[in-house]
């Protein structure tokens, strides 16, 4: 079944940095002289199989998690993201400012590397409004499936077991944690010079303004993920 997912895809050369890492790019999928590609060979050892769980969603910052849906319902998706947007006053801007640990460990086990950012207020609020507007289309995600083969892995926090039943996803509202994902997983020995030799190449994108929304697609399991339709401010 189709999944959907509402992501911030940049544009430029932080963009072509991120996806010549990753080995996938969302803008041209059938590009395949990716820019960049000394990247990794800036990072030592570099095996294809550290963005072996990352590579098929490209270089993305998710606003709202991946659900499946009914491709029937693409339409009025379309029109929620478009109205939603719309409500947003120019002058309120949606920026991301780089955390003080900016290249980090993500995930249950730490593998997955990331470029952390905190959000500017306007895009919390984006955030929000369309997990809870979107959710009536939704038919389950990853994280509904795992919290019921294995409801004791949430126990601990209430209020994710609550999302989790409400908006199947606990990385949602307070949670919101705005990242790109680079390798996941890494098992690589050298985690302190992979995280150097990062924060030199990405150092430079200490800000960024988010210009716009992308509705992005997985046709079946395993597919790679495509941009269905980018929306602008």
């Given at each position: 079944?189709?999944k959907?997912?509402?992501?911030f895809?940049?544009?430029g050369?932080?963009?072509?940095?991120?996806?010549s890492?990753?080995?996938?790019?969302?803008?041209?999928?059938?590009?395949?002289?990716l820019?960049?590609p000394?990247?990794?060979?800036r990072?030592?050892?570099?095996?294809?199989?550290?963005?072996?769980?990352?590579?098929?969603?490209g270089?993305?910052?998710?606003?709202?998690?991946?659900?499946?849906f009914?491709?029937?319902?693409?339409?009025?998706?379309e029109?929620?993201?478009?109205?939603?947007?719309?409500?947003?006053s120019?002058?309120?801007p949606?920026?991301?400012?780089?955390?003080?640990?900016?290249v980090?460990f993500?995930?249950?086990d730490k593998?997955?590397?990331?470029?952390?950012?905190?959000?500017?207020e306007?895009?919390k609020?984006?955030?929000?409004?369309?997990?809870?507007?979107?959710?009536p289309?939704?038919?389950?995600?990853?994280?509904?499936?795992?919290?019921?083969?294995?409801?004791?892995?949430?126990?601990?926090?209430?209020c994710?077991?609550?999302?989790?039943?409400?908006?199947?996803?606990?990385?949602?509202?307070?949670s919101?944690?705005?990242?790109?994902?680079?390798?996941d997983?890494y098992?690589g020995?050298?985690?302190?010079?992979?995280m150097?030799?990062l924060g030199?190449?990405?150092?430079e994108f200490?800000?960024?303004?988010?210009?716009?929304?992308?509705?992005?697609?997985?046709?079946?399991?395993?597919?790679?993920w495509?941009i269905?339709?980018?929306?602008?401010r």
């Amino acid at each position: 079944m189709a999944k959907f997912a509402v992501y911030f895809v940049p544009q430029g050369r932080f963009y072509d940095l991120g996806s010549s890492i990753l080995g996938y790019d969302l803008r041209s999928p059938i590009r395949r002289d990716l820019a960049r590609p000394e990247v990794r060979e800036r990072l030592q050892g570099f095996a294809e199989d550290w963005t072996s769980r990352c590579k098929q969603y490209g270089f993305h910052m998710t606003i709202t998690d991946s659900m499946t849906f009914r491709m029937g319902d693409i339409a009025q998706i379309e029109h929620e993201i478009e109205d939603i947007l719309a409500c947003f006053s120019p002058r309120s801007p949606f920026t991301l400012t780089a955390e003080e640990d900016f290249v980090d460990f993500f995930g249950p086990d730490k593998s997955a590397v990331v470029l952390k950012y905190a959000a500017s207020e306007a895009l919390k609020i984006l955030h929000a409004v369309l997990v809870a507007r979107l959710h009536p289309y939704a038919l389950e995600s990853g994280f509904l499936r795992v919290y019921l083969k294995n409801q004791e892995r949430f126990a601990e926090e209430a209020c994710h077991v609550a999302r989790i039943k409400k908006f199947f996803s606990p990385t949602i509202f307070d949670s919101y944690a705005p990242h790109f994902t680079l390798l996941d997983p890494y098992t690589g020995e050298d985690r302190e010079g992979l995280m150097e030799v990062l924060g030199r190449v990405f150092g430079e994108f200490e800000q960024i303004t988010v210009s716009g929304v992308c509705l992005l697609l997985q046709l079946a399991p395993g597919q790679n993920w495509i941009i269905y339709r980018e929306f602008s401010r």
